[in-house]
């Protein structure tokens, strides 16, 4: 167990020596004060001092932060699917992913809700490089992806990380949240790399692949805000992928991103989670003999539930009309809410700079162009 220690949570026996080491770090009285606003400072750190479990640091603390995060920065977080789980189980929440800290931390808010098992998460070590976030983020139960590393480093990681998901589902009765692919969708096209489902075939000790991700439990999962906050932020390097360019972080670009996500506007947000894959994997492995074949079946299938599912804004119509310079889809939307986006648009990007206008509201009317495609299909 002990080659699962570089990436791993902490366990509950560290979770209290952890916390004392944290305590009284700035960053922790920020995030007390804002989720606690009328508790003296003595009485939160005290309940802290008290905390020796992951899961009572989740409901007692991170839960409520998530709340505070939804009143002060949208107008509510809306479910869907989520009457399909059965409680005590475990399940491989496959997602579409939008923002760094949220989309895993409202999924658990959603599981808590329903009394489901929460999930361990995936979290990429480029995003944890400060202390202080590094100890929160696996007091919140996340597990490093290690990113950056040469082919046969990268290669003994996934099997590491392959190994440590199955751990978790099949021993530990442990739900696990992992991105469809590496890094955020900047673009508002969501699509399942076959790379993250080689790398969970990994760590099968079954002789055939579908056999072992129907054991696995795969769900998909979609995710969807009205607005982005972090979107003006993700223009850079869509526009720098467009013009063929390497595009090079600012210095604390992540951290930033990261905080943008957690107080900028969202409005409405909403998740849904897809059917168990279970028949679809029997017909993919009746259909295909090939692994390789198998696994581009699979992330299609995925593709297919993530966005048949996915929930669409008003923010994503305008956007369309907009790039489009069309009337599509004026009726689910108002007067109104398009003068609003247009505004956010003037704000946040440089009208004078058409390419970036442009990768803005393609960002945003992606999702009906991918939606529409299974819509005309039916």
């Known amino acids: 167990m002990q080659r699962f220690d570089p990436i791993r949570p902490f366990y509950d026996t560290e979770v209290n020596e952890a916390i004392h080491s944290a305590v009284n770090h700035p960053m922790m009285k920020a995030l007390m004060s804002f989720t606690f606003p009328d ?9 802290l001092k008290k905390t020796h479990s992951i899961r009572d640091f989740q409901c007692n603390f991170i839960y409520q932060s998530i709340q505070k995060v939804l009143e002060k920065s949208s107008e509510g977080l809306t479910t869907s699917g989520f009457e399909k789980l059965e409680p005590n189980t475990s399940y491989l929440f496959i997602s ?26 995936a979290i990429g070590d480029n995003l944890v490089k400060k202390s202080f976030i590094k100890t929160l983020s696996k007091l919140n139960r996340n597990f490093l992806v290690q990113r ?32 469809q692919r590496e890094g955020r969708t900047k673009d508002g096209n969501d699509a399942t790399h076959s790379g993250v489902l080689k790398m969970l075939a990994m760590g099968s000790d079954e002789a055939n692949l579908i056999d072992y991700f129907k054991k696995i439990k795969i769900v ?47 409005k409405h947000i909403h ?11 029997d017909k993919i492995a009746q259909e295909f003999d090939n692994n390789n074949k198998q696994v581009q079946a699979l992330a299609q299938t995925i593709d297919d539930s993530i966005l048949q599912s996915y929930k669409l804004w008003p923010t994503n119509y305008i956007a369309y009309d907009l790039l489009n310079k069309s009337n599509t889809y004026s009726n689910f939307y108002t007067e ?11 704000m946040r990007i440089d009208e004078n700079n058409p390419q970036m206008v442009e990768s803005f509201l393609a960002m945003y009317a992606n999702p009906v162009v991918n939606k529409s495609k ?4 039916n």
């Not at 995710?223 to 932020?233: F, G, H, Q, R, V």
């Not at 109104?336 to 247009?342: A, D, G, I, P, R």
């Open 39 to 47: 508790v003296e400072e003595e009485v939160w750190k005290n309940q």
């Open 271 to 281: 998740i849904h989670v897809g059917d168990i894959l279970d028949t679809e994997l």
């Open 96 to 121: 579409n992913h939008r923002d760094i800290i949220l989309d895993t931390s409202l999924l658990n808010v959603a599981l808590f809700d329903h009394g489901l098992v929460m999930t361990a998460s």
């Open 148 to 179: 950056g590393l040469p082919p046969r480093e990268l290669l003994e990681s996934s099997k590491l990380m392959s190994e440590y998901i199955g751990q978790l589902l099949l021993r530990e009765n442990r739900s696990v949240w992992i991105a």
């Open 336 to 346: 109104n809410e398009k003068s609003l986006f247009e505004r956010r648009l003037e």
């Open 220 to 266: 998909p999962v979609s995710i969807s805000y009205e607005y982005d906050p972090t979107d003006a932020l993700k223009m850079p390097q869509l526009i720098a992928e467009a013009n063929d360019e390497i595009y090079i972080k600012e210095k604390n670009e992540d951290f930033i991103t990261l905080l943008s996500g957690i107080i900028g506007q969202k």
């Open 374 to 377: 299974y819509l005309n299909a």
